[in-house]
């Protein structure tokens, strides 16, 4: 049994931002981040075109930026958490300048500005194309500065403990020794990232198996909006790999152009906005476009664009492009949407409160209300942020009484088990992927997705039979988790009687 006043599951922007916070706050206080992978690992690491916030107001305003907001969330976002996300956001930013991350800057020595799909204004704030990742090197160095945080990479959690509606504590299978560790805390949270594999096709890393939605389901916390998928538009195509790489919008934002095979700019004919429409409308317009014509995928044009700039703002992806052979002053990139990001989650209150007593939540695993059926490009790092400020002041003005933990909690039960096929895991998961793909995707209808929910079903009770069965392993539990999210995802998109954002269902007569 490990005693710790915070547990942090997961280390993408929103654990750590929180455990620096918290650290600071409570120097006499133990603060632990469990990760399932390397440190460094998650999708914030990815994280290319920015962070969306009004620092130029002169052009822009919060106003702007709010209405941008709402538009693009289709009439589903929660307005007063908006406002709260979109206000404090030169603040969290200045606390990342604080905390060492840099950002390009243009030749007026100010904040450079991109533009992305349903933005009004320039007003994405960025790293080059490598925005996540300086992010998450400059708060891992506050982190590895505090005594009283201890990180433990390659420790995935299992399950939460609770009692009473209330978190004790969490599970966690150290995978550098198989065993299995109880952790007692005060105040947990979930930090957990995406779902992206849930799919296959994603350009998330493997890590986003939806583990703590799906966890916090298990310990009976509400979920919400799970039907609110969004899928980027311009990921490479590549017809050999599933995760699949983004080609920033930011590239649409600096002036490149969406073409059919034959060279038609085709976002015109759908929305006055362009290329620049919302992801949801451009990802829906390449959908039917590409079933129109039978291709495999669209393009996207840059050979007309200054060839310098470019490779200054956007190195790593003319890199990755020309390691293809495709270079970007001569060629189109192919591109097709994929799994991007989950707009709903674990419900949170505007304090990161979730409906579990002393469990919270944070990033993209939670549903704050911010994004309603779409999320606004570049906005998840600004709610990851502004969100574990939340949690902290929460926690900061609420002080927990000093006694010590109680005891309620009892240590994993461990027995003699048969280990399992690696095999089965694998075939499930990729026929998981598949069911996904096919019934679940961008256009959804009630038929397919009522035929996926027999198949989740079938597949949900029978995975809960191998895990009692079986020795305990990762890639089981992330299958049982990705299980869980495919029901969740089908449950709600059939519940859901009315299109919105980037949910489509087509009617389709029996
Ligand atoms: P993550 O950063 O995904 O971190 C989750 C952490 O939880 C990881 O460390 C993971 O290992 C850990 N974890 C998961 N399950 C477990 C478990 N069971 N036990 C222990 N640890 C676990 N957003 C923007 O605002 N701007 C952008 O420009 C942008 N670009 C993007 C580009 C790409 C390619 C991708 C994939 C996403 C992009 N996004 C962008 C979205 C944004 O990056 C994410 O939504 C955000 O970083 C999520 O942060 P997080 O802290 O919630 O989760
Ligand atoms: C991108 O750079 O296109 C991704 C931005 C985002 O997901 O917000």
Redesign the pocket.
Known sequence: MIQTNFLI????????TFAVKIAEQFPNKKVTI????N?N????????????IVTDKLEDSYQKHIEDTIICGDGLCDEAVVEMVITEGPKRLKELIEWGAKFDKNNQGTLDLGKEGGHSENR?V?HKDQ??QEIQRAILTQVHRKENISVLDY????DLITENNRCLGAY?LDQKTNEVLTFQSDFTLL????I?HIYGHT???V???G??IA?AHRANASIKEMEFIQFHPTALYDSRTGTSF?I?EAVRGFGAHLRTKNGHQFMLDYDPRGDLASRDIVSQCIDLELKKSGEECVYLDCTHLDLEPFVKHFPMIYNHCKNLGIDIAKDWIPVVPAQ??LCGGIEVDKTGRTSVENLFA????SRTGLHGANRL??????E?LVYSDKIYHFLAENPFENKPLESKVTDWKISQKPKINPDYVSNRKAELQLLMRQNAGIVRNDIDLLKAKETLVDWQKEIKNTIENHQVNAELYELH?MITIGLLIVQMSIDRNFNRGGFVKLRIEN
Do not use: F, R
Not at 41 to 52: D, H, R, V, W
Not at 155 to 158: M, S
């Open positions: 599951i997961g280390s993408g922007v929103a654990g750590l469990v990760t399932k992978a440190e690992e998650s999708n914030t690491k990815y994280a290319q075109g920015g962070i969306a994405v960025h925005t996540g420790h995935l959690a299992l966690v930090a957990t990232g995406g992206g350009t998330n890393p890590i986003a198996t583990d703590g966890m983004l920033s991007h990001y944070c990033g993209e695993c490009a570049s906005n998840s790092l600004l990851a988790n």
